[in-house]
């Protein structure tokens, strides 16, 4: 298996180098769109809506309809909010992991130390097993700012990244006619 990112796991004056490794894969199958006539692969062109005629990469800029109107957004907005690079898993905070709501898990990974860290990492690992605690904490990858929590998981530590709170539907959007049930 090869590693998908190499960092370290931070807190406090602690410091553990470490490689993420995927711990899952998917089992779809990844299907092509052929012509029925020859089976040529179809391909997908940008078009501009109005003109009908196909948009260059170089031309194309990103923006988000507001009040029926876009708002244009240029390389250097991206660059203003993407969160800063770095190779740390910056644990905050140690928790209970039951004070965790599963809903906010998301994508598990395995965390494997490098050799000159091995000793540390054992000692978090056999800490988080023995206090029954997980590490609560931030990291970036993909130029994405994700929260993750790291947890033993055998041999291991597992990193879990979780979604943030508020990317969870309330589920009193939906309209369902809840009633008693009775007992036969």
Do not use: C
């Amino acid at each position: 298996m090869r590693a998908i990112w190499s960092g370290a796991i931070a807190f406090g004056l602690v410091n553990i180098p470490i490689k993420i490794f995927s711990a899952v894969e998917s089992s779809t199958l990844d299907l092509d769109m052929l012509d029925k006539k020859d089976h040529s692969n179809i391909r997908f062109k940008r078009v501009n809506e109005s003109t009908g005629k196909e948009v260059a990469w170089e031309n194309i800029v990103r923006g988000f309809k507001y009040d029926e109107k876009y708002v244009v957004l240029t390389d250097d907005d991206f660059a203003k909010v993407r969160p800063e690079k770095n190779k740390l898993i910056e644990i905050t905070d140690f928790v209970d992991v039951t004070e965790i709501d599963s809903s906010l898990y998301e994508m598990p990974y395995y965390l494997a130390p490098e050799k000159q860290g091995m000793k540390a990492y054992n000692l978090l690992r056999d800490a988080l097993v023995k206090s029954g605690k997980v590490g609560l904490g931030t990291y970036v990858l993909r130029n994405r700012e994700s929260l993750g929590v790291i947890l033993p998981k055998g041999d291991l530590l597992m990193l879990n990244k979780i979604r943030f709170a508020e990317e969870i539907r309330n589920p009193k959007d939906i309209d369902v006619d809840v009633k008693e049930s009775k007992p036969q």
